[in-house]
């Protein structure tokens, strides 16, 4: 079942909204936009689904140690 909502934005991000994502489709851009925020089942099930990911895992990891070394390179 679909709830209708009226929401307050800015003009110019109103105009973006229908010059990038089109008339038709802001609203289905929003919801996949808030969706992980608020429903939170799903999120713990695309957490599960990517730790089963072995490559992206490793790849995950890769990245993790490099920024660490970016890190400690920054003033304090």
């Known amino acids: 079942m679909q709830k ?3 929401i ?3 003009e110019q ?3 973006g909204l229908h ?3 089109g008339r038709r489709r ?3 851009f929003i919801e996949d936009l ?3 925020h608020v429903i939170y089942h799903e999120l713990e099930a695309a957490y599960k689904q990517m730790a089963q990911d072995e490559d992206r895992e490793v790849e995950a990891l890769e990245w993790a140690e490099a ?3 970016d890190v400690s ?3 304090r």
Do not use: H, N, Q
Request: hydrophobic share 40%.
């Open 13 to 15: 991000v109103y105009e």
């Open 4 to 6: 209708k909502l009226t």
């Open 26 to 28: 802001i609203s289905r």
């Open 19 to 21: 010059t990038v994502i």
């Open 73 to 75: 390179d920054e003033a």
């Open 67 to 69: 920024t660490v070394g």
């Open 8 to 10: 307050t934005i800015d």
């Open 34 to 36: 808030v969706r992980p």
